[in-house]
């Protein structure tokens, strides 16, 4: 252990030894000042990155200004020059104001990269100075004061006069817009893109003005900032940036045609490819075409299946062709509506899938006459997210596809070329002959005339309760629209054929047992209109 001491002992001291001489260079090694720009009357002169008698780049700055707003203040007019100098070993150029020393620079003020020696930036500096003192005495003169702001006031005249044509300009257009708007409508009674292609001309129209106002501010600005030595600049800067941000636009405009050109040609190729095949799947619908696996019933889903595929496909393709697609800002807009669509979706898809699924089942047509659980009616929309029905009180009652999928559905029409079967069911009581029930019903079926003749309406007993029969009638009627109507006729039918022959529609519940058996006598069990015992024992 005392050995393994020593060795860390001897690794530290070794470690220290030879990060000494790195860590000394680091301490002498001077930090490099922050530079700072000579502005003066607006104008930039120079820029000082390196120290100078003590005093840091923007001490040498506000020296530099100093001496050159007293030298502006002249009575008379100053001319710069440059002169070389050597002081303590450093050699440098100063400039000069008459025999005034305004500021230096030295070699160490140039930039690391800089392609200019230093006396060409001394002579830029020099001239940028004489401008700048020709800007202090040109402002002093009242003549020349008094020019500016009278052209000024006339630029300012001429510019309101301009802005309020413009003005004009565009109330007479959103005018003449509004009443095309009115008359395109009166003509289409309200319907059509005429309000919302002239809105969008509309709109074009004040974003140009806007442009054309804006352009005349920026202009009616430079022109009077030019008007005075000391603003002067300001209105060079203006009128500069102006047409920099106006290349900006151009040259992103010219680089983002080639990508809408190929967005363009991606949209109509979809274009077309889905057109043909809305028409394949129309004549598909309208059983003008066989397509394998496709039934007219399905056939308009499977159309918006297939088109939205193709519009997908074109979207991606067109995705990377999209100006602005790559930048961090609509990758981010992209994110945060899947994360949305994600969150939102989930019922959406459930509905849009139990939508497919009965689409695809074939359990409902348009104009069927369907139940569903404890609404019957006639099926008048079917879409991706829901059925809607409407019933004999005409109510447009809306089922989500998700409830449909869970219910059964009965549907009356679709087997409606073999006839729509319907049914009803009466409770007599033990004492009534059956044959004469069987045949009260088929006679009774028979007198309405909605019910079909062929095949011949039929009577089966459901059940042997415990205090009446069952019976049961089955007939089929033309059109499964009529159902409740004439279901509604068969029961008035019944009533009155019972009426007739004096059978009672009762469903007897004894208290206590009968004295006597409650039986249907022999004698009656062929009671008109049932069939004579005779004509029952020939038929058999």
């Not at 001319?79 to 104001?97: E, M």
């Not at 059509?192 to 920026?218: C, E, P, S």
């Not at 369907?370 to 009652?397: A, D, F, P, Q």
């Amino acid at each position: 252990m005392r050995s393994f001491v020593r060795l860390l002992h001897c690794l530290v001291t070794l470690f220290i030894l030879l990060s000494a001489p790195a860590l000394a260079l680091a301490a002498d090694k001077p930090s490099q000042p922050e530079e700072a720009e000579l502005i003066v009357a607006n104008r930039h002169i120079a820029t000082f990155r390196a120290e100078f008698g003590g005093a840091t780049p923007r001490a040498r700055a506000e020296r530099a200004a100093r001496r050159i707003a007293l030298a502006g203040e002249s009575s008379k007019p100053l001319k710069t020059n440059t002169v070389s100098y050597s002081l303590d070993g450093k050699s440098g150029i100063a400039i000069r104001a008459g025999d005034q020393i305004l500021f230096a620079l030295l070699p160490a003020d140039l930039e690391a990269d800089a392609s200019l020696p230093l006396e060409v930036e001394a002579g830029n500096a020099a001239q940028q100075t004489q401008r700048v003192l020709d800007a202090y005495r040109e402002q002093g003169d009242l003549k020349g004061i008094a020019r500016g702001v009278l052209l000024s006031l006339l630029a300012t005249a001429i510019a309101g006069g301009l802005l309020w044509t413009l003005l004009r300009a565009g109330r007479r257009v959103t005018d003449g817009v509004q009443r095309r708007i009115e008359r395109k409508l009166a003509v289409t009674a309200g319907v059509g893109w005429a309000r919302y292609t002239y809105g969008l001309v509309l709109r074009v129209a004040q974003i140009v003005l806007i442009l054309l106002a804006l352009f005349l501010v920026d202009v009616w600005l430079t022109f009077v900032l030019k008007q005075f030595p000391i603003t002067e600049p300001l209105g060079d800067h203006l009128i500069d940036y102006l047409f920099r941000y106006a290349g900006h636009f151009g040259d992103a405009c010219l680089a983002a045609l080639p990508g809408l050109v190929a967005v363009a040609i991606i949209i109509v190729i979809a274009q077309a490819i889905a057109g043909m095949l809305r028409s394949v799947f129309d004549a598909a619908q309208s059983e003008h075409l066989t397509l394998p696996g496709v039934h007219p019933e399905t056939a308009s889903a499977t159309r918006r299946i297939v088109v939205g595929g193709v519009w997908a496909f074109a979207f991606a393709l067109a995705y990377p062709y999209i100006p602005g697609s790559s930048t961090d800002v609509f990758k981010g807009v992209s994110v945060l509506l899947g994360f949305l669509f994600t969150l939102g979706s989930a019922g959406v898809m459930s509905q849009l899938m139990g939508g497919l699924v009965l689409t695809y089942a074939r359990a409902l047509r348009l104009g069927d006459y369907v139940k569903i659980g404890e609404i019957e009616g006639v099926v008048r929309e079917l879409s991706t997210l829901s059925v809607k029905i409407v019933n004999i009180r005409n109510e447009e009652i809306t089922i989500p596809n998700a409830v449909l999928l869970g219910s059964a559905i009965y549907n009356y029409s679709r087997r409606a070329d073999q006839g729509t079967m319907l049914s009803t069911k009466v409770t007599i009581g033990y004492d009534a002959p059956w044959r004469q029930i069987h045949a009260l019903l088929i006679e009774a079926a028979r007198r309405v005339p909605e019910i079909r003749t062929s095949p011949d309406p039929t009577v089966y007993q459901r059940a042997l309760n415990d205090f009446y029969v069952e019976y049961e009638l089955f007939c089929q009627i033309h059109e499964a629209q009529q159902r409740v109507p004439v279901l509604s006729a068969l029961h008035a039918s019944i009533q009155d054929c019972f009426n007739e022959y004096g059978v009672q529609i009762m469903s007897p519940h004894f208290f206590e047992q009968p004295a006597q058996p409650v039986l249907s006598p022999k004698s009656e069990w062929h009671a008109p209109p049932a069939a004579p015992a005779e004509a029952t024992k020939a038929s058999n």
